[in-house]
């Protein structure tokens, strides 16, 4: 299990390679640069949500089925 702060390091690493796009596209500005940097941070920021609620939800299925009471067979 992930600890809080495994997830917030992964956090880190997402916005820190925004910035660092957000920088290379404030040292040569243009339209499409722009742009480009607009679809990396959305397409990137939805797949760090989904895989964020993809985990979480894995993660409470386990716990789940964890906490379920292993099946007792009668003696014949």
């Known amino acids: 299990m992930a600890r809080p702060r495994d997830r917030d390091r992964r956090g ?3 916005l820190r390679r925004l910035a660092g796009d957000v920088l290379r596209t404030a040292v040569a ?4 640069e722009i742009g480009q940097l607009a ?13 964020t609620w993809e985990i979480t939800e894995e993660r409470a299925e386990i716990d ?4 379920k009471p292993e099946p007792r067979f009668a003696a014949p």
């Open 39 to 51: 679809a990396i941070a959305t397409i990137r920021t939805l797949l760090n949500f989904f895989l």
């Open 12 to 14: 880190t690493d997402h």
């Open 64 to 67: 789940q089925d964890r906490k």
């Open 29 to 32: 500005p243009g339209f499409a």
